[in-house]
């Protein structure tokens, strides 16, 4: 009998990492949470320590450390705090799998550490690809890491492209909710508060990414994701609204043939997909109900209502860092939404003044990429303090 294996979980305080933990559980005899990474939640981490033992639980909020401590060493769990013992922590020997559950830039630097160190990665940290996309497809060619997408859009393409030749794929069709605002008209999505933008339809998710559902520059993302993950050129992947989400993506063919992988729309089925390395777990999902697909529609998205869709084509159009200053504005104009700071189509006008301010790097190094995070986020905060002057 093979042994578990070692896995560890950044952002397991998270939605994604909770589910994770969930599907260890369901597993023990495949799955060993030996490393918990937590941003700022430290009870939540200290409970899940004490339920599942890992060897390490690492706190990234400084601040926290001596509470994790205190509440850990006495078990012999080992304790570390910071972001450099994030990092530190995803290159650790034992470990097999690496599942990025971290929303934001947050993940990049310990996803490359962790190729660095050759570890196989369940990624559902979209922004790694969206920020230096180029760079870490570069890594990952010189290293013996897999990537498993977790996303429930790009697990779908996986999916749809197993045993198929690349050649033959004519289009990548990304598919979308709408969101909480599918059928709003403009003026009335102007006035949107937090609370309406969180009230997903389908999909229970942290507020960062809810909100980026609403604005579809989810959607944005994950066509950039998409390119990088399955080598595609940007013109032939497009995003398409499908409101029941059951159909989480599909694959159109040369011969016109299209392929679609459809679930309920629960991440467990795309997080267990990746933690199996492409092999399904039993019991990892109920079933889809075939009175489930009594109705499924389509629309194409309205970039008029959802500007944040373009964005997607800006970034490619551009190259170089654009990306990146796209998401970094975006996480500081997401955040100041959820605070009341500034209007829901801010958030775009936001990201489309700290584009033009920021400065171009056309060929980017990883140095480079954190000196564009910083003065993106710098130029986002200072374009928000002066649209509420």
Avoid at 34 to 44: H, I, K, N, P
Avoid at 111 to 118: D, N
């Amino acid at each position: 009998m093979n042994s578990p294996k070692n896995i560890a979980i950044l952002g397991s305080t998270g939605s994604i990492g909770t589910q994770t933990l969930d599907i260890i559980a369901a597993h023990p005899e495949l799955y060993r949470p030996v490393v918990l990474v937590a941003g700022r939640r430290v009870d939540s981490l200290i409970e899940q320590a004490l339920h599942f033992r890992p060897r390490l639980a690492v706190i990234a909020d400084e601040s926290a450390y001596g509470t994790l401590r205190e509440a850990l060493s006495p078990l012999g769990i080992a304790t570390a705090a910071g972001a450099a013992a994030v990092a530190d922590a995803v290159a650790l020997p034992e470990i097999d799998m690496v599942v990025t559950a971290t929303v934001g830039y947050s993940g990049l630097e310990p996803t490359i550490r962790a190729i660095r160190a050759g570890k196989d990665i369940a990624l559902a940290n979209k922004e790694t690809l969206v920020v230096a996309g180029d760079y870490v497809t570069r890594l990952l060619a010189e290293s013996p890491s897999r990537v498993y997408p977790v996303d429930s859009e790009h697990s779908a393409v996986y999916q749809c492209l197993e045993g198929e030749d690349r050649d033959s794929v004519s289009r990548l069709i990304i598919t979308a909710s709408g969101g909480p605002f599918r059928t709003w008209e403009r003026s009335r999505i102007e006035k949107a508060t937090a609370a309406d933008a969180l009230r997903h339809p389908n999909w229970d998710m942290g507020a960062k990414i809810t909100i980026d559902s609403a604005t579809m520059m989810n959607k944005a993302f994950e066509i950039i994701e998409a390119r990088w993950l399955f080598g595609m050129k940007p013109e032939r992947i497009s995003a398409i609204v499908h409101p029941q989400s059951i159909i989480h993506s599909m694959v159109e063919f040369a011969d016109g043939a299209i392929k679609a992988q459809m679930g309920v729309p629960d991440m467990r089925l795309p997080i267990a997909y990746a933690m199996g390395c492409a092999e399904r777990l039993p019991g990892a999902e109920r079933p889809l109900g075939i009175e489930q697909l009594a109705t499924l529609t389509f629309e194409n998205p309205d970039p008029s209502r959802f500007p944040c869709l373009t964005l997607a084509d800006e970034a490619i159009r551009r190259g170089g860092n654009a990306a990146c200053v796209i998401n970094a504005a975006n996480e500081i104009a997401v955040a100041a939404f959820l605070h009341g700071r500034i209007g829901f189509y801010s958030i775009y006008d936001t990201i489309c003044r700290t584009l033009a301010r920021t400065a171009f790097v056309a060929e980017p190094d990883y140095a480079d990429y954190v000196a564009s995070n910083s003065e993106a986020r710098a130029i986002a905060e200072e374009e928000i303090r002066k649209a509420g002057a």
